[in-house]
């Protein structure tokens, strides 16, 4: 059974211990707390250097130590603080970069509420249990054979066909039913090249549809997004060593992932509100009149400042916009303004929450929006965004890499 | 009989000493075991549930930490309760309910300002300061009793 | 599934019943009885209680009014050097043993700490007297000043 090592601070006083334990269990994974003496906790805190003012927090980095150490040897750590807790912040990120520093042990961390429930964490669960039962798969950095992934997410369902470590051929369509868009999808990239389905060596799946889709096609990989999403970034921005930050904000969803040599270890998914989205960039560009390809470059050549927005919001925001135009404002510096404002909104609501590291890997069919990347790095203090190219096929991407090497289908011919 | 609340808590020299003059030191572990022994509530270890860290409003901000809310809703009653306080400074502190330093500066912040008699000292390091800590306890809790007579 | 951190409770009708309590009796250093004695002494009271004995003491489990007759009865054998200690779960509740949990109390480090000096408080009140202690004060700046220029001019800087 794998053995994940809790090192937090505040799950008991916030009434989430049993919801971690629940989760963890769903996945085949036994929560550990790793067994010390009082000694030892002086030792290992004053070894590690960082004054905190908590007890709690230098059980923690005596647990993290003990952990380095091999006093303790979970398969995977789970390093958990409250949110909005400054000091436990600064030590879970230190305790994390310590640990995945000294040790090849996978790391998950997470910032949690009295609201946080086993649900939110069976994603984090899952990733972490997969890296540890799947270290062989994640390791994987070169593409080979001919391998088709395919990513059924909430809105739309992707395909990309990869042979010899390049992609040969994309498929891109609206979800509706999970089997028959799947199907479309792959159809367009086998289209591309002179592939058919019983060409391929193996397929590997990803998505909220994964599992529908892993049966029908008997998928030679089902893995869920968060390793995939991470893995097909690194892949294609060419980071697979060291550390990034994968960003998708989606037509319904974001996910911001942070990596650490291909791995992911901490992931934040918002969804409750639309000036957070793809969605207010596909309205604005409505209203302008243009298409969604166009908004980018348009947004390029304007200048935010000059439109007045009063409001995140997809409602009363994109009413800003319109009054903006009616008061002959440029079009260029309304979808700047667009632009501007999701970036500024997926910071207050997603980033802040998370460590961001560079480079940050921007990802999605909005990376493709010239204007919402450039938007980004500036609201982040001008960080490096890469987009890489297939940015917006990344899952698909994740899994015709991942299930390269595993699927022996022309073997049995 | 005074109710005494005390500073660490779950401290075991603050209770003892407190209870030997005959009257009551307000512990953490009562509160904990009116929550451990609600057969009523399947959350273990402790049985906070998410309603906790809500009660925990009445101390705390929302923008506060939940560990930190749902920590005050323990330790928040005793407080509350109490008719003297004794505040020990730089002692060990151990590592559940009492291992987040913004818990212990909010609550002993509320215990200053509760309008009691409260003696704050220092934790000893060698056999002297012990006697003075002794002394000072002994003597507090005294001058509670000719208090409490007047 | 093995549950670590939240195990299942399965306890008597005694642990759930609110007016059930526990108590840690804990002997300080240089105590002139011992473990056991103390043990036997609780049998003697011949109260309805659970007694445990344990690496620094012992532990009983019982009615409120029992707990706290037989801990008034327990003191008078030595007083100066038992101490006493609530404690929130019953003896061998899995939610807090440190057998099912892996990991050890978080209040047990604490007491370890406490125990340290624990002998100068029995010293205390066994015999009590006047102490004072000086504060100690950061050093003035004349002196400081003076040991600085003593150093500089020592090792030639």
């Known amino acids: 059974m794998v053995k994940i090592a809790l090192v937090s601070c505040g799950t008991e006083y916030s009434g989430i211990q049993k919801e971690i334990e629940k989760a963890a269990n769903k996945f085949g994974a036994e929560i550990i707390l790793?067994?010390?003496?009082?000694?030892?906790i002086d030792e290992a805190y004053e070894k590690f250097g960082f004054s905190a003012q908590s007890s709690s927090l230098k059980l923690m980095i005596a647990r993290a130590m003990a952990i380095v150490e091999g006093k303790s040897k979970p398969d995977a750590v789970f390093i958990a603080t409250c949110f909005r807790c400054a000091e436990a912040a600064l030590v879970r990120n230190e305790v994390r970069r310590f640990i995945q520093n000294n040790t090849r042990i996978p790391v998950v961390t997470y910032s949690f509420t009295e609201r946080t429930k086993a649900d939110e964490l069976f994603i984090r669960m899952e990733a972490l249990a997969t890296t540890v039962t799947r270290r062989s798969i994640l390791a994987r950095e070169k593409q080979e054979g001919l391998t088709l992934g395919l990513d059924s997410g909430s809105?739309?369902?992707?395909?990309?066909?990869?042979?010899?470590?390049?992609?040969?051929?994309?498929?891109?369509?609206?979800?509706?039913?999970?089997i028959e868009s799947a199907q479309t999808a792959a159809a367009e990239a086998f289209s591309q090249t002179d592939y058919g389905w019983d060409d391929v060596d193996g397929i590997g799946t990803t998505g909220y549809g994964r599992f529908t889709m892993g049966q029908e096609f008997k998928a030679e990989l089902i893995q869920e997004e968060l390793s995939v999403n991470a893995k097909g970034a690194v892949y294609l921005a060419d980071c697979q060593k060291g550390e990034a930050t994968v960003l998708d904000i989606g037509g319904m969803d974001n996910k911001v992932i942070t990596v650490n040599n291909g791995i992911p270890d901490n992931f934040t998914m918002g969804g409750i509100c639309a000036g957070a989205s793809g969605r207010f960039l596909d309205m604005t560009s409505r209203r302008l009149d243009v298409d969604i390809t166009e908004l980018g470059p348009l947004a390029v050549q304007g200048d935010w400042r000059k439109a007045m927005l009063n409001s995140y919001c997809i409602v009363f925001g994109i009413q800003d916009l319109v009054t903006?135009?009616?008061?002959?404002?440029?079009?260029?510096?309304?979808?700047?303004?667009?632009?501007?404002?999701?970036?500024e909104q997926v910071y207050e609501q997603q980033l802040q929450e998370i460590d961001i590291r560079e480079p940050l890997i921007q990802v999605g069919g909005t990376s493709l929006i010239s204007g919402l990347v450039e938007a980004v790095s500036e609201t982040l203090g001008g960080i490096e965004v890469i987009v890489p190219e297939y940015s917006q096929h990344i899952g698909a991407v994740g899994a015709a890499l991942l299930v390269s090497g595993m699927g022996y289908r022309q073997d049995d011919k | 009989m005074v109710k005494v609340a005390i500073y660490p808590p779950n401290s075991l020299i603050l209770a003892d000493l407190i209870e030997r003059k005959g009257h009551t030191p307000l512990v953490l572990q009562k509160q904990i075991r009116q929550k451990i022994k609600d057969p009523e509530i399947d959350s273990p270890p402790m049985n906070i549930t998410e309603e906790d860290p809500i009660k925990g409003l009445k101390y705390?901000?929302?923008?506060?930490p939940s560990g930190v809310r749902g920590r005050m809703s323990i330790i928040g009653p005793l407080i509350d309760d109490a008719e003297a306080a004794i505040i020990v400074d730089g002692a060990p502190f151990g590592f559940g309910c009492i291992g987040c330093a913004r818990t212990n500066e909010l609550s002993i912040f509320l215990l200053r300002n509760r309008d009691i008699p409260v003696l704050e000292l220092n934790y000893p390091t060698n056999q002297d300061e012990t006697y003075v800590m002794v002394n000072e306890i002994n003597e507090f809790i005294d001058s509670l009793e000719e208090t409490g007579e007047e | 599934m093995s549950e670590n951190l939240c195990p299942k409770v399965n306890m008597g009708n005694e642990d759930w019943d609110p007016d059930v309590i526990t108590r840690m009796i804990i002997l300080g250093p240089g105590a002139r009885v011992s473990e056991s004695e103390i043990v036997g002494e609780f049998h003697m009271l011949g109260l309805p209680l659970t007694i445990k004995n344990t690496c620094y003491g012992s532990m009983i489990s019982g009615k409120k009014d029992d707990v706290l007759k037989a801990i008034e009865e327990i003191r008078k054998l030595d007083p100066p050097h038992i101490f006493t200690k609530e404690r929130g779960f019953a003896p061998g509740d899995p939610r807090r043993c440190r057998g099912h949990r892996f990991g050890p109390r978080e209040g047990f480090h604490q007491m370890e700490k406490e125990y340290t000096i624990l002998g100068y408080v029995a010293e205390a009140l066994e015999n009590p007297k006047e102490v004072t202690v000086e504060e100690k004060k950061p050093v003035k700046v004349d002196d400081f000043k003076e040991i600085m220029n003593d150093y500089i001019e020592k090792n030639n800087l």
């Open chain 1, 34 to 40: 790793p067994e010390i003496d009082l000694d030892y």
């Open chain 1, 155 to 178: 809105t739309t369902t992707k395909a990309v066909l990869m042979e010899n470590n390049q992609v040969i051929g994309t498929g891109w369509t609206s979800t509706k039913d999970i």
């Open chain 1, 324 to 343: 903006t135009l009616a008061a002959g404002g440029s079009k260029a510096d309304v979808a700047a303004a667009a632009c501007h404002s999701v970036s």
């Open chain 2, 60 to 64: 705390a901000a929302i923008e506060v």
